[in-house]
């Protein structure tokens, strides 16, 4: 008998080039391994993410895309716990969406990153900081200028490009009127039910539902040995995460606080997040 997959695609966490739970290459690579594959007959995209970032997000959208385009095959979207401005776009990429009845969604919008102004608090504490450039915008972001107006200007008519993309691809995925998507997209999440009711999911149904579903509408009754074959990203351990986990160290601790210190040095530069959680 012969032997025919349907892929499931575990897009988990923050979408930006690697973390824990997520990595950019891998998924890629992931995509075109499975349209390479004979015995593939649809992908699945399981989706459990807050969302991330307006690059990483509209490359894994363009890679679903020409899955379709090379492969004719289907393609299906199952939402989980949250799937959410990033990972809902990556949603759109999908012929159908499925959610989980506890699921949140939505939050279409960007965030064009945020600005710290530590300028009165360094006058304050007698430090001084001056960088030579050339261009008056050319340090825009940085924590020791004032952001000027000329400056918000111009990120928020980026930031407003990414959103009329975003809702643009929105429109044409949902097959949605695109004056009716913009006053959907106000940056707000929503319930599976809500989703469903403003045309931006098709179903809400449990994942055995939704398996069921696709495999037959991808099979018929046509006799397969039917398999869901999951890829799912998996970080190999660290040298330094082996060490600490036969220590009493209290790692989680240190992740938290790792997290706080990154987040905070990107802050001063300009970034565009489709992400529900970017503070």
């Known amino acids: 008998m012969a032997r025919k997959t349907v892929a499931k695609l575990v897009i988990d966490g923050v979408?930006?080039?690697?973390?824990?739970t997520y990595n950019q290459e891998w998924i890629l690579e992931q995509i075109m391994d499975i349209s390479e594959d004979k015995t593939n007959a649809g992908l699945l995209l399981f989706i459990?993410?807050?969302?991330?970032?307006?690059?990483?997000?509209?490359e894994v959208f363009e890679a679903v895309l020409k899955y379709k385009r090379e492969t004719k095959r289907p393609v299906y979207a199952y939402f989980a716990s949250l799937a959410a401005s990033g990972g809902y776009y990556i949603g759109c990429s999908a012929d159908k969406i499925f959610a989980n009845r506890n699921t949140l969604t939505g939050s279409i919008g960007v965030i064009a990153g945020r600005f710290v102004d530590l300028t009165e608090l360094m006058k304050k504490h007698g430090i001084k900081s001056e960088t030579i450039h050339a261009g008056r915008n050319k340090v825009m972001g940085s924590f020791t200028e004032p952001v000027t107006e000329e400056q918000k200007k111009i990120m928020q008519s980026v930031a407003d490009e990414c959103y009329c993309q975003f809702t643009q691809i929105v429109s044409e995925s949902r097959k949605l009127d695109i004056e009716k998507v913009r006053e959907l997209a106000d940056g707000r999440i929503y319930t599976a039910n809500q989703a469903k009711n403003s045309g931006l999911v098709d179903d809400v149904m449990n994942f055995e539902e939704a398996k069921n579903l696709i495999y037959t509408e991808v099979f018929g009754n046509k006799d397969y040995k039917k398999d869901l074959e999951e890829y799912k990203y998996k970080p190999k351990p660290s040298l330094i995460k082996k060490f600490l986990k036969q220590t009493s160290f209290n790692f989680g601790k240190l992740d938290a606080l790792t997290e706080i210190a990154l987040k905070s040095a990107k802050l001063p530069f300009p970034a565009f997040y489709y992400d529900s959680q970017r503070f």
């Open 15 to 20: 979408i930006e080039e690697k973390n824990e």
């Open 48 to 58: 459990d993410s807050p969302g991330g970032g307006v690059y990483e997000s509209d």
